[in-house]
């Protein structure tokens, strides 16, 4: 009995030892997978943080961007706006062009010929057709400003805001410079 106690105690001994290296190399296996996937899950969590930063100035830079657009665009709109009431003021002022200077541009620019007839400003009818009476002026029809010239059922449109139509394109530009620079 004694042999079987010294194989048990055997037997028991080696189970005791193959237990304590299955259990060391078991710690050793979990413990090389713990530093695996925390260094796989810090490189992770690195990761999203620098795409998060990425998108981040992305995006700030894009709301920069978008804000510049928005302020360059209001300025320019502002600038319009005072473009454009720089011609509507240009129009009041020459709505009262002084007799003189009107007559001098129906002058400058009508044709006078037999067949014209001249539309003209209500307040300077009677001092046109005192000034040119060779030239029928139509009673019953004004304009606001300038004058419109009728030969052979053809308008020949100088009325102000006509003509500021026609430079409009050309003097935007050098008013834009004497105003914003």
Do not use: H, W
């Amino acid at each position: 009995m004694a042999e079987l106690k010294r194989l048990t105690d055997k037997i028991l001994e080696e189970a005791i030892g193959s237990r304590d290296d299955i259990l060391r190399l078991a710690r050793e296996k979990a413990k090389k997978i713990e530093d695996t996937s925390k260094s796989q899950a810090e490189a992770k969590y690195d990761q999203m943080v620098e795409k998060g930063k990425a998108e981040a100035d992305t995006l700030k830079e894009r709301l920069r961007s978008n804000a510049k657009l928005k302020a360059r665009d209001n300025e320019l709109k502002a600038k319009q706006e005072t473009i454009a009431k720089v011609f509507e003021s240009a129009i009041e002022d020459l709505k009262n062009i002084d007799d003189d200077k009107y007559l001098e541009y129906i002058k400058n620019n009508a044709s006078f010929s037999d067949k014209s007839k001249l539309v003209v400003m209500k307040d300077k009818f009677a001092r046109v057709k005192e000034t040119f009476p060779q030239v029928q002026t139509i009673g019953d029809r004004f304009c606001e400003t300038g004058f419109i010239e009728l030969e052979d059922g053809i308008e020949k449109n100088f009325t102000f805001s006509t003509q500021m139509d026609y430079i409009k394109d050309e003097v935007q530009g050098k008013i834009a410079r004497v105003l914003f620079e």
